[in-house]
């Protein structure tokens, strides 16, 4: 069970599904509510949409999994490995991910039945599978490409929550409505904006990850960022991504978040910023593949402390500033 969990990574899945309960509780519910509706759909149909996603997730990692297994048998057998029939534990991590990617499917399929209508998650569903298979079978060593659909992922995550239908809140017409009500192109600005946040960390948390591998991918010939730039440029690369993560959430608390009471301003502030910086002052002097672990691990932690970003979002909307 413990080597499973670690399979899927299974902190991490728990962070996605955590955000797609806190995007919902703090940003849909209080959109509808503004309105007096009934939120876009109920909680069954929205848990199983959100149980396939992190299913696609799990089964994007044990993809992962299997492909550097299969490429670790090819190094040590000198030849390519074409049937893993021979190989016990490729056949086992290929049923794995069959099995994940099938659930992740039939969840999606159950949510559109239960709900008789499309939304966006269906879409992101078909693009997280194909983002998912494309990195792990080709581009998830290869020259930034990896990295980049790795955030992506998470930043179409985020957007999945967005409803495809607003039913009646489409038929008011917000000119005449309270100046404190959001409407939804604010709504879609809100999501867009979350999306950039999720997209930027997980960006320094995949190039981090890699930072880490140096010494396994240079082995096997793994054309990543941190292999191609070597580990003291890859450096100013992280170091770049973590001043326009830390500007942006500024930015976010200046025109969002300032008017709020000062508390929510310096949570804000000490469990996302602070942390940030602190890791560009340990990145500066990391040298070790354990040293490059801590700090994936404490991007991770910077991760969970975002979600508090998302649920301060629930204050937008009782106020006239958004």
């Not at 413990?2 to 955000?19: M, N, S």
């Not at 985020?158 to 409407?183: E, K, R």
């Not at 320094?204 to 054309?223: E, L, V």
């Not at 508390?263 to 602070?274: A, F, M, R």
């Amino acid at each position: 069970m413990k080597e499973f969990a670690q399979l899927i990574r299974w902190k991490d899945l728990t962070i996605a599904f955590l955000a797609l309960i806190i995007i919902r509780i703090s940003i849909i519910i209080p959109f509808y509510l503004q309105w007096m509706l009934p939120p876009d759909k109920t909680w069954d149909i929205f848990l199983t949409e959100s149980f396939g996603l992190v299913f696609l997730f799990a089964a994007n990692n044990a993809a992962v999994r299997f492909f550097d297994e299969k490429q670790r048998l090819s190094d040590q057998t000198k030849q390519i490995v074409v049937n893993i029939k021979d190989y016990p534990d490729l056949m086992r991590l290929r049923g794995v991910w069959i099995v994940l990617l099938a659930v992740g499917v039939m969840a999606a399929v159950s949510s559109y039945i239960m709900g008789r209508r499309f939304d966006y998650v269906h879409i992101a569903t078909v693009v997280i599978m194909a983002l998912g298979f494309h990195y792990a079978y080709s581009s998830r060593h290869a020259l930034i490409t990896g990295n980049l659909e790795t955030a992506l992922m998470y930043s179409v995550l985020i957007l999945s929550q967005i409803p495809a239908s607003f039913g009646q809140v489409d038929t008011f017409d917000f000119n005449n409505m309270h100046a404190s009500f959001v409407t939804i192109p604010q709504l879609y600005r809100l999501f867009f904006i979350i999306a950039l946040f999720a997209f930027l960390l997980a960006l320094i948390r995949d190039i981090t990850g890699d930072m880490a591998n140096i010494p396994q991918d240079s082995k096997h010939n793994f054309k990543t960022l941190a292999v191609t730039l070597g580990g003291n440029r890859c450096k100013y690369v992280l170091y770049a991504l973590a001043a326009v993560f830390v500007l942006f959430v500024a930015a976010f608390l200046y025109v969002y978040v300032y008017k709020l009471e000062i508390v929510q301003v310096l949570t804000v502030t000490v469990i996302v910023i602070l942390p940030t910086v602190y890791y560009a002052y340990l990145l500066r002097k990391a040298t070790q593949p354990t040293d490059y672990d801590f700090l994936y691990t404490l991007t991770g932690m910077i991760f969970i402390s975002l979600l508090f970003i998302i649920f301060f979002c629930k204050y937008i909307f009782i106020n006239e500033y958004f």
